[in-house]
């Protein structure tokens, strides 16, 4: 677990600690940057507004038991390739977005909810990153890759340490397309790696 001035991130315990930041990514603003497939997308309008409404501690009695099941869902196997992280605002406890490092390549990845946009956040999301990836995954070296026209991310990248660094100007992105690309990387020497 991990905590910013604004933000609570913790490794997801439950189905709706993955449903929910999804949600919160599913919109078309973070999806022109983002480019997920659509099977990684929360598609439904309604439910996708229900998710971006829902806070971490909610009582979920009132849900269908079919619907309340899928949401409580213990995640008993956390990926491989990734570690990831749930952001919840810790003013109202509402999913505010997630963040994600790559254990192979070092790329860290995240996103904000659309309410949770434009307020300096971004910044607090990639300082947990870093946080994660050096004194919890051991990594001297994390990466973000962003498109040159998205200046809030390459901002809040900046604010949050990073570095310009080389690498390949073209990306494709997970719904196949590809964008141009610039990349950043923060680098620490003094690194740890936590037990499992």
Same mark, same amino acid.
């Given at each position: 677990?991990?905590?910013?001035?604004?933000?609570?991130?913790?490794?997801?315990?439950?189905?709706?600690?993955?449903?929910?930041?999804?949600?919160?990514?599913?919109?078309?603003?973070?999806?022109?940057?983002?480019?997920?497939?659509?099977?990684?997308?929360?598609?439904?309008?309604?439910?996708?507004?229900?998710?971006?409404?829902?806070?971490?501690?909610?009582?979920?009695?009132?849900?269908?038991?079919?619907?309340?099941?899928?949401?409580?869902?213990?995640?008993?196997?956390?990926?491989?390739?990734?570690?990831?992280?749930?952001?919840?605002?810790?003013?109202?406890?509402?999913?505010?977005?997630?963040?994600?490092?790559?254990?192979?390549?070092?790329?860290?990845?995240?996103?904000? #909810?659309? @309410?949770?946009? +434009?307020?300096? %956040? =971004?910044?607090?999301?990639?300082?947990? $990153?870093?946080?994660?990836? *050096? !004194?919890?995954?051991?990594?001297?070296?994390?990466?973000?890759?962003?498109?040159?026209?998205?200046?809030?991310?390459?901002?809040?990248?900046?604010?949050?340490?990073?570095?310009? #660094?080389? @690498?390949?100007? +073209?990306?494709? %992105? =997970?719904?196949?397309?590809?964008?141009? $690309?610039?990349?950043?990387? *923060? !680098?620490?020497?003094?690194?740890?790696?936590?037990?499992?």
């Amino acid at each position: 677990m991990l905590r910013s001035e604004r933000l609570l991130l913790y490794t997801p315990l439950i189905a709706l600690d993955v449903l929910a930041p999804a949600a919160g990514c599913s919109d078309g603003e973070a999806q022109r940057w983002l480019g997920f497939r659509d099977d990684q997308l929360v598609q439904h309008e309604d439910t996708r507004e229900c998710f971006l409404y829902m806070r971490a501690d909610d009582d979920l009695s009132g849900f269908a038991p079919r619907d309340r099941f899928k949401m409580m869902r213990k995640i008993e196997q956390h990926s491989e390739r990734f570690v990831e992280l749930t952001a919840v605002h810790v003013d109202d406890g509402r999913y505010a977005g997630a963040t994600s490092v790559d254990l192979h390549t070092g790329e860290i990845g995240g996103w904000l #909810a659309p @309410g949770f946009r +434009r307020q300096g %956040l =971004g910044v607090e999301l990639f300082r947990a $990153a870093v946080q994660l990836g *050096h !004194r919890h995954l051991g990594l001297e070296v994390v990466r973000a890759g962003a498109e040159p026209t998205n200046t809030a991310c390459r901002g809040a990248l900046t604010a949050a340490g990073f570095a310009s #660094a080389s @690498g390949q100007t +073209r990306f494709t %992105l =997970g719904d196949g397309r590809e964008v141009d $690309a610039c990349w950043y990387r *923060h !680098r620490q020497e003094a690194t740890s790696r936590c037990r499992s």
